[in-house]
């Protein structure tokens, strides 16, 4: 696998430490070991200079559709990049809120990927049938090529993680890695 560091960017996707009474981020053995692959990625691609772009969701109460499928999760100012991987700390980290699944569904993104000349997105996050699934979607309209790293990204609350795996490749082309493949290839 190859990957161009001046064209691609690591989207990481609802990676969050929330409140208590978050009804969806729950720490979990699953969630510590994909958190732990999307450090490495993070880590890797930071080191190698590539723009680390968070897309977080930030829901307001009483407003965001999602809250009314899904219950209170990911409130905005109560949700927040989960620390280990220590968002903000490079010159090329953003952050990107959300209120809808998608990372490019009113906001931004597209607009800060074009900026930074971005052509590859690399996703790690979850859920991945959900908000890594819509993002990538949206990607694939927009133009961007993708890669899905797939220890790096977790299933928990639709279908299977081997159908969203099999929906990046057939539908949008995608490219599956794993956290190590991807190391790799920036060494």
Known sequence: MDINVQTSAVL??????????????????????MVRNAKRVVDAAREAGMPIIFCDDAHIPGLDKE???????????????????????????????KRRYSGFFGTDLDLLLRELGVKTLIAVGEDTNICVLHT???AYYLGYESVVVEDATRTFLCG???????????????????AQEFVDALC
């Open 67 to 97: 809250l009314e499928l899904w219950g209170e999760h990911g409130v905005k100012g109560v949700a927040v990049p989960n620390p280990v991987l220590r968002a903000g700390i490079g010159k090329r980290d953003f952050i990107i809120t």
């Open 160 to 178: 299977t993680q081997e159908a969203g795996i099999e929906h990046f490749q057939k539908c949008y082309g995608s490219t599956i890695t794993t």
């Open 136 to 138: 990538l979607a949206d």
């Open 12 to 33: 990481v996707i609802d990676v969050l430490v929330t409140a208590n009474t978050d009804t969806l981020y729950q720490p979990s053995p699953e969630e510590a070991r």
